[in-house]
Structure formats: C-alpha cells, structure tokens
C-alpha cells in the first residue's frame, strides 16, 4: 500500500523541493498530490518532478487556499479519489512585498526594540494585503483559514479510525508573538499581516494536536481560543458560499 501524502504550494519554492526530497527517498512507495493555485505551474512542477523520478506517481489538484470554495471542492475531490491521507503539508503561502516605514524607524532608534528591528526589520517593514472575494483579508485566508478550512472539510481521509495521519506546516523565522493579536484576527489593523498570519499558525498547529489527538499536556489557552475563533468564522463564511 502506498503512503499518500498531499503538499499544498507544491509548484515552486520549499512546496517543490519538499516533494522533490520526499520523491528521492521513497518514489516507489509513495503516491503524491501536488495541491496548486496555478494549474499551468502545477503541470510544469509534475513534468519536472517524473523528469528526476520516472516512476513516480503524482498526481494534480487545483487548490487555492485564499477561496472558500476553492478550498470545499478540491476537498471533495480529494475524499472522492483517496480513502486516506497519511501526510497534509500546509505549506501554500503568500507574503506581500515589504515596505519601508521610515516613521517607525525613527521611533525605534530610540526604543527598547532596537535590536530586534536592526536583526529582523521587525517594526519598520510594512505590508500591505488585500481583500479576497470572501471578503477576508487575503493573507490570512490564504496562510491560515484556507488550511484550516481545508483539514476540517479532509477529516473523513485524516482521522480514519486505527490509522494515523500527520499534518505538517510550514512555519516562519518571522512569525512573531508581536504580530498576532486575537482581538484583529485577520490583521486588519496591522501592518505585519505575514507575521501574524504565521504565528498563528504556530498556535494553531498546537490546538489541532490538542483537538485531534488529545496528547499533549500543556497550558494552550489562546491556541484554543484561536481554534475556537476560527470556527465561529468557518460558520460565517460558509453561510455566503453559493
């Protein structure tokens, strides 16, 4: 039986690499699903990949995590071709061009955050996102709720009884505590819309591991209400797809 995995992002950058390494080590015994926004790249990443690996199997789904519906089809596609999941990389991601705030600069010359600003632009690096058709804010939707959206609509393939699956994020050195706020879930309000979006999730990684597998004894007070935040969004969000 092979081991089906699915990376999202799969057509450039870490998504590419990963499934090229995962492909090194082990082609004859694993089925890959490259999950990708843009189809033409998708095509491309999978010639390129049977190029390396001819005796691969990898296999296409349209997949953009910053739409609702997007998200719901190419999960029903998924439970309609695998009876399981044994590795989800949630790895799509966007982050907007940087830009320099030289207001922010001059306050933090003669802040306590000094050295953090100079080591990781924290502060005087700004974004700027967008709003999707759903009316969310885009790097949230396409780093976090898309994911989000998509383990909840892949739990009949994820949490088979007796078997295990593993998900997997990418993470991010930029994901700071600093950036994230549960009262702005989406950033709304910020000018760090990437980091927030990665530390959140960092906290969700551990709340699903709470949620699903009830293994780990620590305090994750605002991963749960993180979770719980989400939820209250899926509800809302589902109510105005068509």
């Known amino acids: 039986m092979k081991t089906v995995v699915l990376v999202t992002g799969a057509n450039s950058g870490i998504g590419l690499a990963l499934c090229d ?10 089925l890959l699903c490259l999950a990708c926004r843009n189809m033409q790249r998708a095509r491309a990443a999978r010639l390129s990949l049977l190029a390396s690996h001819p005796s691969a199997q990898v296999d296409l789904l349209q997949l953009d995590t910053s739409s609702i519906s997007s998200v719901i089809s190419a999960a029903q596609e998924v439970k309609h071709k695998y009876d399981r999941l044994d590795y989800l990389y949630l790895n799509a991601g966007i982050m907007p ?3 320099f705030d030289i207001k922010a600069f001059f306050r933090g010359l003669f ?3 000094i050295i953090a600003m100079f080591a990781t632009g924290e502060g005087i690096l700004t974004q700027w996102d967008g709003v999707t058709p759903d009316g969310l804010r885009e790097v949230f939707a396409t780093n976090l709720f898309g994911h989000f ?3 909840r609509e892949l739990e009949p393939v994820l949490c088979r009884p007796g078997e295990t699956s593993q998900l997997i ?8 505590r600093s950036a994230f706020s549960l009262e702005d879930l ?7 819309p990437y980091s927030s979006s990665k530390y959140a999730s960092d906290l969700l990684s551990l ?3 709470t949620h699903y597998n009830k293994q780990m004894d620590i305090d994750l007070e605002t991963a749960e209400l993180l979770y719980s935040k989400l939820l209250e969004l899926e509800s809302q969000t589902r109510s105005t797809v068509k």
């Open 21 to 30: 390494r995962l492909l090194a080590e082990a082609a004859e015994g694993l």
């Open 97 to 99: 061009n940087p830009k």
């Open 111 to 113: 802040s306590s955050k």
């Open 149 to 151: 959206l998509l383990v």
């Open 169 to 176: 994020w990418t993470s991010s050195s930029n994901a700071h």
């Open 186 to 192: 989406q950033h709304q309000r910020g000018t760090q």
């Open 207 to 209: 709340a699903l591991n």
